[in-house]
T-cell receptor, first 113, second 111 residues
Framework: ETGVTQTPRHLVMGMTNKKSLKCEQH?????MYWYKQSAKKPLELMFV???????ENNSVPSRFSPECPNSSHLFLHLHTLQPEDSALYLC????????????FGPGTRLTVL | SQQGEEDPQALSIQEGENATMNCSYK?????LQWYRQNSGRGLVHLIL?????REKHSGRLRVTLDTSKKSSSLLITASRAADTASYFC???????????FGSGTQLTVLP
């Protein structure tokens, strides 16, 4: 266990659904991240939150909406997704002052029908 | 553009052999990290090497860093079937707050 949990582990949704992914870290870290991992592609950074403030948004479509209510929790709200959004969504956390070693959750396998 | 590129993309060896994976990057870095990912799971941090370090060891892992060539290597000695996974390098550069990951090397260790 890395100290980062993600729920749900698997999610199947239709293109008109609204769902949310949840991430929780128990490590006292001050930064949290959402990544997308698609088959045969490098890990894509989606969002970065530092001290609960969004500091990076790498041209992610607006159908993905992150939320960081406190330093331990991170959500990714999903709305009107496309089949090409099917992927493994990984959450990570780090302590920015210590080299930025990242601790990852197990991921949510998302399938959009 | 992608910062880290691993080589080879896939590697298959027998149990007990050593496995070497390489990573090249483009810009100057603060540190370089190696991660491991079992199929469909999250990444696990293996080792971090700072830009002023040349070599680092952790158990059966040995990492080297050559900043003049902008490259790093990960050596796994006496490999085991349980080492089968994808291995990624990631770089932390300059004022960037986040890591940039490579495409990974898929290592298969045959029993």
């Amino acid at each position: 266990e890395t100290g980062v949990t993600q729920t749900p582990r698997h999610l199947v949704m239709g293109m008109t659904n609204k769902k949310s992914l949840k991430c929780e870290q128990h490590l006292g870290h001050n930064a949290m991240y959402w990544y997308k991992q698609s088959a045969k592609k490098p890990l894509e950074l989606m969002f970065v939150y530092s001290l609960e403030e969004r500091v990076e948004n790498n041209s992610v479509p607006s159908r993905f909406s992150p939320e960081c209510p406190n330093s331990s929790h991170l959500f990714l709200h999903l709305h009107t997704l496309q089949p090409e959004d099917s992927a493994l969504y990984l959450c990570a956390s780090s302590q920015e002052s210590s080299g930025n070693e990242q601790f990852f959750g197990p991921g949510t396998r998302l399938t959009v029908l | 553009s992608q910062q880290g590129e691993e080589d080879p993309q896939a590697l298959s060896i027998q149990e007990g052999e050593n496995a070497t994976m390489n990573c090249s990057y483009k810009t100057s870095i603060n540190n370089l990290q190696w991660y491991r990912q079992n199929s469909g799971r999250g990444l696990v941090h293996l080792i971090l090497i700072r830009s002023n370090e040349r070599e680092k060891h952790s158990g059966r892992l040995r990492v080297t860093l050559d900043t003049s060539k902008k490259s790093s290597s990960l050596l796994i000695t006496a490999s085991r079937a349980a080492d089968t996974a994808s291995y990624f390098c990631a770089t932390l550069s300059g004022s960037a707050r986040q890591l940039t990951f490579g495409s990974g090397t898929q290592l298969t260790v045959l029993p």
